[in-house]
């Protein structure tokens, strides 16, 4: 069964920083692009960053570039973001998707709440 | 950056009933769509891609159809379970998109 877990998350300061991580199992990780997708309190679903599968690709929304950083350790079937200088606009579940172009299946997200 | 619009923002049906979600893209993606349902309280899950293929275990009811800017998602006959949210969403382009959602509630 293919699983998604993700970890990390939690109450940080605006201008911050928090490193979430997501752990596959059930399907060989190095094959597959790897996404985040976000979605604030009660709102829609944000793509955030794409990962190819060897790391040489990345791709970002525009409201992230420069302060998000996506990575992956195929050794370790793990799918890391790396959040800096955190803004209010931040807050939302974070989900981690297998694929990068119709993600599926998707973890069940890690809260990230910035708030002073 | 393509920006996806969906319409309505509610739809309102009976049990039984027919119900047709719109899709619009500012540029085309061809046919490089995917529709997914969100429950209350759960991850979305992968309906169609290609626009019209059904992913794994998604039931017949579920259709999609267009290409370049507009496309539809058709539920032929709603079931209690499809009561949800749907997104759709681009992958010709990057950054990936997704319209804002179309919630299907009980009428």
């Known amino acids: 069964e293919v699983q998604l877990v993700e970890s990390g998350g939690g109450l940080v300061q605006p201008g911050g920083s928090l490193r979430l991580s997501c752990v596959a199992s059930?399907?060989?990780?190095?094959?597959?692009?790897m996404s985040w997708v976000r979605q604030a309190p009660g709102k829609g679903l944000e793509w955030v960053a794409n990962?190819?599968?060897?790391?040489?690709?990345?791709y970002y929304v525009d409201s992230v570039k420069g302060r998000f950083t996506i990575s992956r350790d195929n050794a370790k079937k793990s799918l890391y973001l790396q959040m800096n200088s955190l803004r209010a606009e931040d807050t939302a579940l974070y989900y981690c998707?297998?694929?990068?172009?119709?993600?599926?299946?998707w973890g069940q997200g890690t809260l990230v709440t910035v708030s002073s | 950056e393509i920006v996806m619009t969906q319409s309505p923002a509610t739809l309102s049906v009976s049990p039984g009933e027919r119900a047709t979600l719109s899709c619009r893209a500012s540029?085309?993606?061809?046919?490089?769509l995917a529709w997914y349902q969100q429950k209350p309280g759960q991850a979305p899950r992968l309906l169609i891609y290609?626009?019209?293929t059904r992913a794994t275990g998604i039931p017949a009811r579920f259709s999609g159809s267009g290409s370049g800017t507009e496309f539809t998602l058709t539920i032929s006959s709603l079931q209690s379970e499809d009561f949800a949210v749907y997104y759709c969403?681009?992958?010709?382009?990057?950054?990936?998109?997704f319209g804002q959602g179309t919630k299907v509630e009980i009428k």
């Open positions: 998707a297998r694929g990068g172009y119709y993600p599926d299946p």
């Open positions: 059930g399907f060989t990780f190095s094959d597959y692009w």
């Open positions: 990962i190819k599968q060897d790391g040489s690709e990345k």
């Open positions: 540029q085309s993606v061809t046919t490089n």
């Open positions: 290609g626009a019209s």
């Open positions: 969403q681009q992958y010709n382009n990057w950054p990936r998109a």
